[in-house]
């Protein structure tokens, strides 16, 4: 079964201009999540997808980052105008959640590769 | 108070020790507990998952979770240099499957 991809893997952009991470989850996956990853720190949700709906995006910066997930399978996540301290991994991440009838009401979610990002 | 604390370490032990990666929480609701191994460079992948408290044994690895008090384990037997990565515990209430994630613990095992 192939993983979740991400691309690109790196990007190196200056501060004020704009860029864009795609995602495509595991197939079948209903739940499409992005986090930010500062070095040293633990993964942050920015947004979460259920097929192409928005349930929670609470942590996204919304005066500079977007996301989209169009038809419920793969998402781009953008930032416009980037700042220094955009500078991290931002990974995707895919669920099965919600769960079938009668099976537990969380899933494991599985991440891509991360894309790392530098703002200069 | 973030809602999981982990030890950021670096942890460093000689191959064939027993490690021990700790985390607390403070959230009484949290049902699942994740483990995740990161590689440098990588995603995080899931190395173990447990449903509420006790213990969940795989191969090197046995996951233990004490919800009375609030703390979760994760051990790895005769720890091989390839166990070096950093590791992450995940914890979830189960409502719209939203993951907290510690900070990570970097483990270091010489050769």
């Known amino acids: 079964e192939a993983g979740v991809a991400q691309s690109p893997r790196y990007k190196i952009i200056e501060k004020r201009q704009s860029v864009a991470f795609w995602c495509n989850p595991i197939s079948g996956h209903a739940t499409l999540y992005w986090y930010q990853q500062i070095l040293g720190q633990g993964p942050k949700l920015l947004i979460q997808f259920q097929n192409n709906g928005v349930v929670d995006d609470s942590q996204l910066p919304k005066d500079r980052f977007s996301a989209e997930r169009l038809k419920g399978v793969d998402s781009t996540l953008k930032i416009q105008p980037a700042k220094l301290e955009d500078s991290a991994v931002y990974l995707c991440?895919?669920?099965?959640?919600?769960?079938?009838?009668?099976?537990?009401?969380?899933?494991?979610?599985?991440f891509g590769p991360g894309t790392r990002l530098t703002v200069l | 108070q973030k809602e999981v604390e982990q030890d950021p370490g670096p942890l460093s032990v000689p191959e064939g020790a027993i490690v021990s990666l700790n985390c607390t929480y403070s959230?009484?609701?949290?049902?699942?507990f994740m483990w995740y191994r990161q590689y440098s460079r990588k995603g995080p992948e899931l190395l173990m998952y447990t449903y509420s408290s006790g213990n969940k044994e795989d191969g090197r690895f046995t996951a233990q979770v004490d919800k009375s008090s609030k703390y979760i384990s994760l051990f790895i037997r005769d720890s091989q240099p390839s166990d070096s990565a950093t590791y992450l515990c995940?914890?979830?209430?189960?409502?719209?499957?939203?993951?907290?994630f510690g900070s990570g613990t970097k483990l270091n095992v010489k050769p």
């Open positions: 959230n009484s609701a949290f049902q699942y």
């Open positions: 995940a914890m979830s209430a189960g409502n719209f499957n939203k993951f907290y």
């Open positions: 991440a895919s669920s099965t959640y919600p769960p079938r009838a009668g099976g537990l009401s969380t899933d494991t979610q599985y």
